[in-house]
């Protein structure tokens, strides 16, 4: 299918989803707390040009780890659960995990997510073929290595980590920004 065809019936399907929410929950498109909840935690928000510099906003003046992962990364794949252990684990500190999966993997992504206990947590999935600028946006030195980690200060300040985490760093460095 051609894309600009494409794109213009995920619009149309969009659009129709939108509509169909605004006539079942008429109090202003809202779910029901309990369902609304329920779409969070199974949402994987899309990550794409400007979603980085979003999430810092969102969780300005809040410590902020952004993890990076993919199912084709072995390292990644071990080390999830740990991640969510500590994501569900640690008040104080916010956690995003962000898939750099193409949208052809996304099922198994969603099925790793499961296993590791992710689904609660905030999940976004890389939303553009581009992959170089979405790397660009977060380290202008990243190069697409994975695992990958960004840590943001309480202050904004930024670190970036490339490859699996000792217990030890990421203690030092959650300890050091609470």
């Given at each position: 299918m051609r894309p600009r065809i494409r794109h213009a019936l995920l619009a149309?399907?969009?659009?129709?989803?939108?509509?169909?929410?605004?006539?079942?929950?008429?109090?202003?498109?809202?779910?029901?707390?309990?369902?609304?909840?329920?779409?969070?935690?199974?949402?994987?928000?899309?990550?794409?040009?400007?979603?980085?510099?979003?999430?810092?906003?969102?969780?300005?003046?809040?410590?902020?780890?952004?993890?990076?992962?993919?199912?084709?990364?072995?390292?990644?794949?071990?080390?999830?659960?740990?991640?969510?252990?500590?994501?569900?684990?640690?008040?104080?500190?916010?956690?995003?995990?962000?898939?750099?999966?193409?949208?052809?993997d996304r099922h198994r992504a969603l099925a790793r997510m499961e296993k590791a206990g992710l689904k609660q947590s905030v999940n976004f999935a890389f939303a553009d073929r581009f992959v170089e600028r979405l790397y660009f946006e977060v380290d202008r030195h990243w190069e697409g290595e994975l695992p990958f980690t960004a840590f943001v200060a309480a202050n904004g300040s930024l670190r970036t980590e490339i490859g699996a985490l000792t217990d030890l760093k990421l203690a030092s460095w959650i300890d050091g920004k609470r």
């Open positions: 149309a399907a969009g659009l129709a989803a939108c509509a169909m929410a605004q006539f079942a929950w008429p109090q202003f498109g809202r779910l029901p707390a309990a369902q609304a909840q329920e779409a969070r935690t199974q949402e994987i928000a899309p990550f794409a040009r400007g979603s980085f510099e979003a999430i810092r906003k969102a969780h300005a003046g809040r410590p902020l780890i952004v993890h990076f992962w993919s199912v084709t990364c072995v390292i990644c794949v071990s080390e999830l659960a740990e991640w969510g252990k500590l994501a569900r684990e640690t008040p104080g500190v916010d956690f995003v995990f962000v898939n750099a999966d193409p949208e052809s």
